[in-house]
């Protein structure tokens, strides 16, 4: 897979995958394809990130010499949201550069530190919905929360000059991007709506709030007591 020109000064790097269950439980027939961003002003920016397996982190990195990127010229590293598809591929990237700063929600820092044990060499900066980081060179990333969209730590970036919205899982679908077609403008109606309706179904249904879970569940979902 190749990077791709999303618009002046933002790539897409990708790496499919095929054979895997989404979530350990899920079957996605036709393959997922995961995505990072880069955001090139006078600072370098990656956003989003691909899981740490089969050799994927490596995909990426072989990409950012694909469009020019030296792996220890990113400054920022956003993490909109940090379940492993999106985040392993750290574990990788923190050996290779270290002079970077990480960007998420407070609860994205807190599950980052979790997860991967960053020491004291890392930078992290919180980001709350209406903070803005400026690249330079004419980029600036605006942030969002979207908590439960679909763990309660996701955020998604915007690129203002360009008006590119980076919305992590809110508006992504299963099926891995073809060579020749990596913008859905280029599929059919029928192909977008099984590929769409697949990610709904199983990133959105499982991630409500706890309490209005228990709530519902109390109503109509656990089974009756024999009397
Ligand atoms: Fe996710
Ligand atoms: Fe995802």
């Not at 072989?62 to 990127?69: E, M, N, S, T």
């Not at 807190?110 to 209406?130: I, L, Q, T």
């Amino acid at each position: 897979m190749h990077s791709s020109l999303v618009t002046d000064g933002i790539y897409r790097l990708s790496a499919k995958v095929h054979n895997i269950l989404f979530e350990g439980v899920w079957p996605i027939p036709h393959g997922v394809s995961m995505n990072s961003y880069i955001v090139k002003g006078d600072e370098v920016a990656i956003i989003d990130g691909v899981c740490g397996w089969d050799g994927v982190p490596e995909t990426l990195f072989r990409q950012l010499d694909d469009i020019g990127v030296d792996i220890k010229d990113i400054r920022y590293v956003v993490l909109n949201h940090l379940e492993p598809d999106h985040s392993g591929w750290l574990q990788s990237f923190m050996k290779l550069t270290q002079g970077f700063e990480i960007v998420a929600s407070a609860k994205g820092i807190d599950v980052a530190k979790a997860f991967y044990g960053f020491d004291e060499r890392f930078r992290f900066r919180a980001v709350k919905s209406g903070d803005t980081i400026d690249l330079g060179g004419g980029k600036k990333l605006l942030f969002e929360e979207i908590p439960n969209v679909h763990w309660p730590e996701t955020i998604a970036t915007y690129e203002m000059s360009s008006k590119t919205l980076l919305p992590c899982d809110a508006f992504g679908s299963f099926g891995a991007i073809a060579e020749d077609a990596p913008f859905d403008d280029q599929l059919s109606e029928k192909q977008l709506a099984f590929s769409r309706a697949r990610l709904c179904a199983t990133t959105r249904t499982s991630s409500r709030p706890s309490r209005f879970r228990s709530k519902r569940r109390s109503r109509s979902s656990l089974p009756s007591r024999s009397r």
